[in-house]
């Protein structure tokens, strides 16, 4: 439906003030202006669950609650990178800081406008129809993007930005966001220099970052990101890629130290608590760790944006301090997540798992190892995850702990770590979540891969592509490894037109491909949660967007 500039009558609006005669002023103002509804709510929380469960045309929000340990800001932010503010929807940011730099920038990653106390209502009415009319002026490249027509969309992000037609930066940024998110990194990071060259900005230099880890360049991300951070060390998003990068390196303390920094800047962020938390974990840092997936609970446990993967590790923590009173509450948590979820079938796995650790708790090794077993024998099936190698890995260790080990525990563990080994970040995640009994025995299974594909690649170095790829097929269809499946494409693709298997070569690698999910064989700890999250730095773009789906904080292949 063609969205119109000015009309408001419609129009229903939210007000998030938590001063009571503040809010009484911004809903007159609203009124005042002819829009239709007006809602308004005094905290945080109850905003959250409000524009998760419906849709508004207007958001006004304050920047500052007194009462409350976040922020506007923060609300935006988390908004925004899980993908629950519609397009159409105007969210206005209200500061009385004189200096409104985050609030300018967060508003700006939005696509809305902000505004500094005292206003009038004529400055509220003004901020919002431009706003509107920006979104109006760009609705040809937000309907391609509804109808799928992705290249289409890009092209016209492009056009606009060349012909530097109004909001041709807003154009830019999306523009670069859509080859971003279908793999064409090069031509991204082309957009966003241009960008760059033309007015240099924060969001744009992020870009460049974003499209050099993407396109496997972690080393070159982190040296533009030390760059950017130290002209703007506020820059929340630029930590969330920066620890990324240092993950995807295997520098899982400086992560964790980057994570720190961005949960510092926005203390209120589940979806940065919940990262923090999980890496901290992992890494051994279990109070840290524990005591940032119990605050991410408290302030999220019913919002979209929490992740139930952070319970089961509570679960296990609980587990481990002989704590049956906060064991039996994380299973009652999950349960409750479990039957109001509409998508049934991951809930339940981290249920079971959950269950496991409090049979095991109240001395029931029988229904662990059950479930123990149940699971090592789904390690090679499709819906078998990294997340539920982690936990198995984790619930193995628990069972040996108390004499019961799972019988052939050493096969599952090979045969684990064959599959999911796809670089240093994730065998080292692994190895964490093995714990010390295990841990040598992941890393032996890496080498074992780098072993393969080194052998496999011999070939392609005397001449011989062709059989190359069909020894790094056959390996990936033996332990559904990712990165000897990607291996085997890149190799296909290069070497196209030499090869006389092509065709079938091609279709047993896009089989394997589409089953396993290999392109996702990236380690994306903590960005994720049920559905398209926008990732640090991007825009959110509208509901047509379909990019690859991904699941729980763990989202790999």
């Known amino acids: 439906m063609p969205l119109a500039p000015h009309p408001l009558h419609d129009a229903h609006a939210l007000v998030i003030e938590g001063n009571l005669q503040s809010r009484s002023i911004l809903v007159s103002q609203l009124r005042e202006l002819g829009v239709g ?3 308004q709510c005094a905290r945080l929380s109850e905003a959250r669950l409000k524009l998760e469960m419906g849709s508004f045309d207007v958001v006004i929000c304050e920047q500052h609650f007194e ?5 506007g800001q923060d609300l935006l932010d988390d908004l925004r990178r899980n993908q629950l503010l519609p397009f159409h929807t105007v969210f206005v940011m209200i500061t009385a800081e004189a200096t409104y730099a985050k609030v300018a920038e967060a508003a700006e990653s939005a696509l809305d406008a902000y505004l500094l106390k005292p206003h009038t209502g004529a400055r509220l009415a003004e901020r919002i129809l431009q706003a509107r009319a920006r979104k109006h002026a ?5 309907a391609a993007i509804d109808s799928q027509e992705f290249e289409h969309a890009a092209a016209l992000c492009q056009a606009r930005f060349e012909s530097r037609k109004q909001y041709w930066l807003y154009a830019a940024r999306i523009g670069a966001e859509l080859l971003l998110r279908s793999e064409r990194h090069a031509e991204a990071q082309t957009l966003y220099e241009a960008v760059i060259n033309a007015k240099t900005l924060p969001w744009a230099r992020l870009g460049v970052a974003r499209a050099q880890l993407e396109g496997g360049h972690p080393n070159k991300a982190v040296t533009t990101l030390e760059s950017l951070i130290r002209d703007d060390d506020a820059y929340a998003d630029a930590y969330d890629v920066m620890g990324r990068a240092q993950f995807e390196l295997g520098n899982f303390d400086n992560a964790l130290n980057t994570y720190a920094m961005a949960t510092r800047l926005t203390p209120s962020s589940i979806s940065r608590l919940l990262k923090h938390g999980m890496l901290a974990y992992y890494t051994g840092e279990r109070g840290e760790g524990v005591e940032l997936l119990d605050r991410a609970t408290r302030l999220g446990l019913d919002s979209k944006m929490y992740d139930a993967q952070a319970l089961v590790l509570l679960a296990f923590a609980r587990l ?8 039996a509450r994380t299973v009652d948590q999950l349960t409750r997540l479990r039957d109001r979820s509409h998508n049934p079938a991951r809930p339940h796995r981290l249920l079971a798992m959950a269950e496991s650790l409090l049979a095991l708790q109240q001395q029931n090794t029988t229904r662990a190892l059950d479930e123990a077993r149940r699971l090592a024998d789904n390690v090679l099936t499709p819906d078998f995850d990294v997340e539920s190698a982690c936990n198995l890995l984790a619930l193995m260790g628990r069972l040996a702990a108390r004499s019961a080990p ?11 770590a064959l599959r999911f080994c796809t670089s240093r970040a994730m065998t080292e995640l692994l190895a964490c979540a093995a714990g010390n009994s295990h841990a040598e025995r992941i890393r032996a299974g890496h080498n074992q891969v780098l072993h393969l594909t080194q052998e496999a690649m011999t070939h392609s170095l005397k001449g011989d592509p062709q059989t190359t790829v069909e020894q790094l097929l056959a390996s990936g269809e033996q332990t559904r490894n990712a990165k000897l499946i990607e291996s085997a494409r890149q190799v296909l693709q290069r070497y196209s037109e030499r090869m006389s298997s092509f065709p079938e070569l091609n279709q047993r690698v896009e089989a394997l491909r589409d089953l396993y999910h290999t392109t996702m064989a990236a380690t994306r700890l903590g960005e994720h949660t049920s559905g398209a999250q926008t990732p640090p730095g991007g825009v959110s773009l509208s509901g047509g ?5 991904t699941e729980g904080l763990l989202a790999a292949a």
């Open 37 to 39: 509804t007006v809602v």
């Open 67 to 71: 009462r409350e340990s976040g922020s």
């Open 138 to 142: 760009l609705q040809d490249i937000f």
């Open 320 to 327: 481990d301090n002989n704590d049956s009173r906060g064991l």
């Open 406 to 416: 799972l019988p052939d525990a050493n096969g599952a563990i090979d045969t684990m």
């Open 545 to 549: 967007y379909k990019p690859a789906k």
